[in-house]
């Protein structure tokens, strides 16, 4: 079966950094990608990664791992409107998107 | 110039009744997809569709249906609403393709807010 596994919740403090980590197995793999969702919104593109390595946009950065079927979503200097959740899914052999359950990501002052 | 439309944003109804919600793209989008989210965010895919292919997902109850009158529009039809219909339902569009980054990223609409009584 296809699965894609992220943290339920995660807390982190208002200009720390925080790494939101998510793990998959699918039938083959197009890419990999990051949204975000505030609460009562609808879910927007942060980032897509299809080759190994780290996608650097601003304060967020993506790291995909395809070997080990493994992605971070990494959030700097955070604000407190990064509070969200965030939604790792993966593009299979057929160009679905299987979508992980999100993270809630709350910030602290 | 709103991407992905949906209405109604919020929807109050009855138990058995039947309802629409209609959704439009004007993105150009070959493929668009009906979401559920529940009460535990979880976003859940229930159908993908474009003209020449529907995807269903086999735990979706048959009161639900899609109805596309043309490449831009695909509404979602309910049968019998149920309480646990209650939930948020979006819907989204993409390009899917092999083209690289622009291509299979989703727009998802505002969303509509479903609540049976």
């Known amino acids: 079966g296809q699965n894609i596994d992220q943290p339920t919740e995660m807390t982190a403090t208002e200009g720390a950094i925080v790494q939101i980590n998510c793990t998959y197995q699918?039938?083959?793999?197009?890419?990999l990608f990051w949204y975000q969702q505030h609460a009562g919104e609808a879910p927007t593109f942060l980032s897509y990664?299809?080759l190994d390595g780290l996608e650097e946009k601003g304060r967020f950065s993506s790291f995909l791992s395809r070997s080990k079927g493994y992605s971070y979503l990494l959030l700097k200097e955070l604000q407190m409107k990064d509070s969200a959740s965030y939604l790792c899914?993966?593009?299979?052999?057929?160009?679905?998107?299987?979508w992980g359950a999100g993270t809630k990501l709350i910030i602290k002052p | 110039d709103t991407a992905v439309s949906q209405t109604p944003k919020y929807l109050v109804t009855q138990m058995g009744n039947d309802k629409s919600i209609k959704c439009e793209q004007n993105?150009?989008?070959?493929?668009m997809y009906w979401y559920k989210q529940d009460s535990k965010k979880f976003l859940k895919i229930m159908f993908s569709?474009?003209?020449?292919?529907?995807?269903i997902n086999e735990t979706v109850p048959n009161r639900f249906s899609p109805k596309s009158p043309d490449k831009a529009h695909l509404n979602l039809h309910i049968n019998s609403l149920e309480l646990g219909d209650s939930a948020v339902y979006f819907c989204?569009?993409?390009?899917?393709?092999?083209?690289?980054?622009?291509?299979?990223?989703?727009?998802f609409g505002p969303g509509t807010r479903l609540t049976v009584l």
């Open positions: 989204a569009s993409s390009q899917v393709g092999s083209g690289g980054p622009k291509f299979n990223e989703q727009f």
């Open positions: 993105l150009g989008h070959d493929t």
């Open positions: 569709y474009n003209n020449k292919e529907l995807i």
């Open positions: 699918t039938s083959g793999f197009n890419g």
């Open positions: 990664n299809v």
């Open positions: 899914a993966v593009l299979d052999s057929n160009y679905q998107l299987i």
